[in-house]
């Protein structure tokens, strides 16, 4: 069992050694970064969600989509909102 040991080792070090050697990205230039920036960035027409008369009191919205003779959207979780349960 302790020649196994050895074995394996010994295999490990020479995979680790022979593996390919890994360098650091090259920086990116400030052009790429804005680009990027600019992709990525939510624009005014992702955000239309917060436009939304969003009513807290289920019973109130009840009232209200009965008075208007509209549905309601419940948005409903369990848990704590970031997942951290």
Known sequence: M?????????????????????SAAEPISVDQFNKVHTLIKPDTRDEKWTKVPWMVSLWQARQKAAEL???I?????????????
């Open 73 to 85: 959207l419940l948005w409903e979780m369990d848990g704590h909102p970031l997942g951290c349960t």
């Open 2 to 22: 302790k020649a196994f040991r050895w074995r394996f080792l010994a295999c490990g070090l020479v995979c680790l050694i022979s593996g390919p050697v890994v």
């Open 69 to 71: 003779g509209k549905p």
